[in-house]
T-cell receptor
Framework: KAGVTQTPRYLIKTRGQQVTLSCSPI?????VSWYQQTPGQGLQFLFE???????NKGNFPGRFSGRQFSNSRSEMNVSTLELGDSALYLC????????????????FGSGTRLTVV | GENVEQHPSTLSVQEGDSAVIKCTYS??????FPWYKQELGKRPQLIID?????GEKKDQRIAVTLNKTAKHFSLHITETQPEDSAVYFC???????????FGQGTELSVKP
């Protein structure tokens, strides 16, 4: 079956602009989590969406936001981009329902490489 | 707050030797501990995981041990091969949702 699909793969934006990234989970997966990966900070959790609701949130400023649609696809948005937002943004999907925890298929996408200039 | 510390940050071994990577977590409520391997330019891939009701788990050349009292868990790779070269991340889960707290990563280099 198809894996987790993230689009676009690469993106270059200018400081002050905003950007929207997309994540399509594995069919049947209802949870989508987002991470920022940088050489200095490693993998940092941004937020998780489950059944169109934000279920968990990391420690990022309000410029970072997300949403999930009824088909479980998720988008994240970063407004007023800063140079420090340059990173690989990864999403991961899983079944995510009560009682499954991580038992079923927590899988990462290949990421979107965002460069802010 | 929630924190996972991982050591060492780099590890170089000869082919055939063993490699050990160690992690410490801060929240005693953590109940799930996965390990990921990330090759250059690729996505993280789960290689093994362990839950808090188990002390050790093995899968061929890879094993993970968990000491809940000390809040430590470790990855052991035996008979290393050059294709084991990658960055390895440990992580801890603090709830049943999709949130993982990652360690800083260990760059493993296996020399032929």
């Amino acid at each position: 079956k198809a894996g987790v699909t993230q689009t676009p793969r690469y993106l270059i934006k200018t400081r002050g602009q905003q950007v929207t990234l997309s994540c399509s989970p594995i069919s049947g997966h209802r949870s989508v989590s987002w991470y920022q990966q940088t050489p200095g900070q490693g993998l940092q959790f941004l937020f998780e969406y489950f059944s169109e609701t934000q279920r968990n949130k990391g420690n990022f400023p309000g410029r970072f936001s997300g949403r999930q649609f009824s088909n479980s696809r998720s988008e994240m948005n970063v407004s007023t981009l800063e140079l420090g937002d340059s990173a690989l943004y990864l999403c991961a999907s899983s079944l995510g329902g009560a009682g499954t925890g991580f038992r079923d298929g927590y899988t990462f996408g290949s990421g979107t490489r965002l460069t802010v200039v | 707050g929630e924190n996972v510390e991982q050591h060492p940050s780099t590890l170089s071994v000869q082919e055939g030797d063993s490699a050990v990577i160690k992690c410490t977590y801060s929240d005693s409520a953590s109940n799930y501990f996965p390990w990921y391997k990330q090759e250059l330019g690729k996505r993280p891939q789960l290689i093994i995981d362990i839950r808090s009701n188990v002390g050790e788990k093995k899968d061929q050349r890879i094993a993970v041990t968990l000491n809940k009292t000390a809040k430590h868990f470790s990855l052991h790779i035996t008979e290393t091969q050059p294709e084991d070269s990658a960055v390895y991340f440990c992580a801890a889960s603090y709830n049943q949702g999709g949130k993982l707290i990652f360690g800083q990563g260990t760059e493993l280099s296996v020399k032929p």
